[in-house]
T-cell receptor, first 114, second 114 residues
Framework: SAVISQKPSRDICQRGTSLTIQCQVDSQVTMMFWYRQQPGQSLTLIAT?????????ESGFVIDKFPISRPNLTFSTLTVSNMSPEDSSIYLC???????????FGQGTRLTVV | AQKITQTQPGMFVQEKEAVTLDCTYDTSDQSYGLFWYKQPSSGEMIFLIY??????QNATEGRYSLNFQKARKSANLVISASQLGDSAMYFC???????????FGKGTRLSVIA
């Protein structure tokens, strides 16, 4: 299995500031996925991060607001920029694993914007 | 496009009883994987069970089993001998391959009563 270390686990931030979330995987993976989970909601895909290329963003998410880096096959960051209270959510990174049978998540980052 | 439907926003079950959480899906892909995750109040996503579209046998993992009915496009999760620690949100998800993202349903909140 893959182990994903995500940090910070939680943060309280002032509106207008930015927060960078890190995900470190203990094995090399091709794709990493970033999700947002707003309070009481399901998980929504923000973007797919492939090493060596620009991240692919889903409708409603833009690079200026959620810049992503993927410098190597084990690491990725998601930045939440110019935060507002509406950005208060849990942010999760995820990787696929195995021939087709696993998908692992980091521990999540619980963000509160005040 | 892939879609997951979970029609039960909340479920109650007596401790030690079995419970079935419903999941139906829609996809035009021939090959896909179905997943169930548990999310406790801490926010982490805990992988429970996987079913491949070509798997002829229903998947089982300890107290969890997946009732897979391909023709009806349903993948219900059965939890046997419920425990108080099973109280959490449960999400059904689908994806094509390990290098594609998961698509989640809205989730079912399970409450186990002593």
């Amino acid at each position: 299995s893959a182990v994903i270390s995500q940090k910070p686990s939680r943060d309280i931030c002032q509106r207008g500031t930015s927060l960078t979330i890190q995900c470190q995987v203990d094995s090399q993976v091709t794709m990493m996925f970033w999700y947002r989970q707003q309070p009481g909601q399901s998980l929504t895909l923000i973007a797919t991060a492939n090493q060596g290329s620009e991240a692919t963003y889903e409708s409603g998410f833009v690079i200026d607001k959620f810049p992503i880096s993927r410098p190597n096959l084990t690491f990725s960051t998601l930045t939440v920029s110019n935060m507002s209270p509406e950005d208060s959510s849990i942010y999760l990174c995820s990787v696929g694993w195995g021939p087709n049978t696993e998908a692992f998540f980091g521990q999540g980052t619980r963000l509160t914007v005040v | 496009a892939q879609k997951i439907t979970q029609t039960q926003p909340g479920m109650f079950v007596q401790e030690k009883e079995a419970v079935t959480l419903d999941c139906t899906y829609d996809t035009s892909d021939q090959s896909y994987g179905l997943f169930w995750y548990k999310q406790p109040s801490s926010g982490e996503m805990i992988f429970l069970i996987y079913q491949g579209s070509y798997d002829e046998q229903n998947a089982t993992e300890g107290r969890y089993s997946l009732n897979f009915q391909k023709a009806r496009k349903s993948a219900n999760l059965v939890i046997s001998a419920s425990q108080l620690g099973d109280s959490a949100m449960y999400f059904c998800a689908i994806r094509r391959t390990r290098n594609t993202p998961l698509v989640f349903g809205k989730g079912t909140r399970l409450s186990v009563i002593a």
